[in-house]
């Protein structure tokens, strides 16, 4: 079993910050990769930020130079620091990590419930 708990998102005005947490639990072996996607309504799911397990960081154009992926493996734990927060940021962020359980041969992809930023004008 595996479960993403999410938590940070919340109301801010535009140019204001918030950090998002995801923590990864479960009966884990390894996790190849965790980020953050993110729905906004009407639209399409889209990559925000990803972290691999070697560290290597890939973001978004919209979110370059103003949101920071950063983890602690030993929390099994992603952070999305976002600064100067716009408008268009505005959307449920759902947590993704690609892991593999104890017992099984293959990675799987694992989301969670999705927590809502919603920034104001």
Request: proline share 2%; hydrophobic share 35%.
């Amino acid at each position: 079993q595996m479960q993403l708990v999410e938590s940070g998102g919340g109301l801010v005005q535009a140019g204001g910050s918030l950090r998002l947490s995801c923590a990864a639990s479960g009966s884990l072996f390894s996790i190849n990769a965790m980020g953050w996607y993110r729905q906004a309504p009407g639209k399409q799911r889209e990559l925000v930020a990803t972290i691999t397990s070697g560290g290597s960081t890939n973001y978004a154009d919209s979110v370059k130079g103003r949101f920071t992926l950063s983890r602690d493996n030993a929390k099994n734990t992603v952070y999305l620091q976002m600064n100067s927060l716009k408008p268009e940021d505005t959307a449920v962020y759902y947590c993704n990590a690609d892991a593999t359980l104890w017992g099984s041969y293959y990675a799987n992809t694992y989301w969670g419930q999705g927590t809502q930023v919603t920034v104001s004008s």
